[in-house]
């Protein structure tokens, strides 16, 4: 398998993960570093601006206990939500790392009582992988909603 195939396998993976809010699977793909930053601007840098989210390798842990448990009330049922993920570049940047841009879509359906949304969310990814083990991990990943500076609903899945 070439490297863009197993990079674009990852990829499609933690989404598929992601979709079917597999937290402990998704969890498995990160390194014991990583951090997972959503910022709110687009040129934001992770240690002096405000983020929609920005979590080491502990806060991931504690982000997940959260979802896999019913204290958040957000979401309670779950979204249901599909994504694509595509224009997936891949820049090596040694013989056992590379940093990945792609796009993604994401349609959300959440239902509360008799409402329910359905929203679109969409933006660009960066993911920095290393390789361990003989298996890509995550050691951190960027995703830049398109509307992040704007008004956002709550965010109560993976993006």
């Known amino acids: 398998m070439s490297l863009r195939d197993e990079i674009e396998?990852?990829?499609?993976?933690?989404?598929?993960?992601?979709?079917?809010?597999?937290?402990?699977?998704?969890?498995?793909?990160?390194?014991?570093?990583?951090?997972?930053?959503?910022?709110?601007a687009h040129d934001g840098e992770p240690d002096t601006d405000v983020a929609i989210i920005y979590a080491d390798r502990a806060a991931i842990t504690r982000r997940?206990?959260?979802?896999?448990?019913?204290?958040?009330?957000?979401?309670?049922?779950?979204?249901?939500?599909?994504?694509l993920v595509g224009n997936v570049e891949i820049d090596p940047t040694g013989d056992d790392a590379a940093l990945v841009y792609s796009s993604f879509n994401i349609t959300e359906f959440r239902r509360r009582g008799h409402k329910t949304w359905l929203r679109t969310w969409a933006g660009r990814s960066e993911h920095q992988?290393?390789?361990?083990?003989?298996?890509?991990?995550?050691?951190?990943?960027?995703?830049?909603?398109?509307?992040?500076?704007?008004?956002l609903p709550a965010l109560g899945f993976l993006v």
């Open 9 to 40: 396998q990852f990829i499609y993976r933690e989404a598929r993960l992601m979709d079917q809010h597999r937290f402990e699977d998704w969890e498995a793909l990160w390194t014991d570093d990583g951090v997972y930053w959503v910022p709110c």
């Open 64 to 83: 997940l206990l959260r979802m896999k448990s019913n204290a958040m009330f957000i979401q309670d049922p779950r979204s249901v939500v599909a994504r």
């Open 129 to 151: 992988l290393r390789r361990q083990d003989g298996s890509w991990k995550m050691a951190f990943k960027k995703v830049l909603l398109v509307n992040s500076d704007g008004e």
